[in-house]
């Protein structure tokens, strides 16, 4: 869903960019109050863990693909600020090397790829599974991975009708159909990451905030 | 939690530089969508040095790795920078 320069007019990616700016301000000075530093590598093992997930696009039925983006599995590891802050050094070394995404869409990006997913798949998870570790958990994170990957592709299709480009009905129904089936592959991929990883590690998940 | 966070490293570099050589060629779900509307994409602002993942010097798998460590190293610079100043004030 990394949205190229240029698709979106200047207006929408003004506001998308402020306003994912002001969010990366409130979450850096959230992880400055908690974070400790003994989990600063995991932070960037985790950042690098997703770009590279990210490059291996699967294949979905329909003779489209979709890769992993990443934030729930972010967002259990690391907390709502920490993940989002990942989220964002992911997305700038995508745009500023690999012309991954675009510069000037870099807040509307953050936002659709990152933020719907390290706060608001949060939230899911939260309201969903409380602080219960067993599959309650596991079906909380499934199902915040499939909602935001879909909230994600329809906000981007939005943004794209808002810059006039696509009429608003079928370009939701395009981007929510595909991304319904690519979400899918998000929610397993998550789950079994994060199995592994709490089998390998059970302490890991403590100390979230 | 060292040895796991250089288990991680390794695993992800290893996808970026080999599997990701398998990844799926096909137009992602965007890519699909955009063409569907006959959006064009815009050109880009920045002149990336790894357009699309090819590095001018080794082909992909050198963009995977490089990418993969420009991640983990800005990462740690903007965690540490933050935990640190925590300690100092």
Known sequence: ????????????????????????????????????ESRVPLMGVMGAFVFAAQMINFPVPGGTSGHLLGGVLLVVLLGPAAASLVMFCVLLVQA???????????????????????????????????????????????????????AGALLAGFEIW??????????????GGVHALIGIGEGLITVATVRFLVAARPELLEGVS | VKRLVLGLLLLSLALAGGLSYLAS?????????????????GESVVAAPMADYQSPWGGQWLAGVSGTLAV??????????LARKKGAS
């Open chain 1, 1 to 36: 869903v990394h949205l190229p320069d240029g698709i979106l007019s200047p207006p929408v990616w003004i506001a998308g960019d402020l306003l994912a700016a002001g969010a990366v301000g409130v979450c850096a000075a959230r992880v400055k109050d908690r974070l400790t």
């Open chain 1, 96 to 150: 500023l090397l690999f012309q991954d995404g675009g510069i000037t869409v870099l807040g509307p990006n953050l936002i659709n790829m990152g933020l719907l997913a390290t706060l608001g798949g949060w939230a899911i998870v939260r309201l969903l599974a409380g602080r219960s570790n067993g599959w309650r958990r596991y079906l909380a994170i499934f199902v915040a991975c499939w909602v935001t990957v879909v």
């Open chain 1, 162 to 175: 808002l810059s006039g480009h696509a009429p608003l009905g079928p370009v939701l129904l395009t981007m």
């Open chain 2, 25 to 41: 060629e096909t137009p992602d779900g965007l890519e699909k969508s955009l063409a569907r509307h006959d959006v064009a994409e």
């Open chain 2, 72 to 81: 983990f190293g800005l990462t740690l610079v903007v965690g540490w920078g």
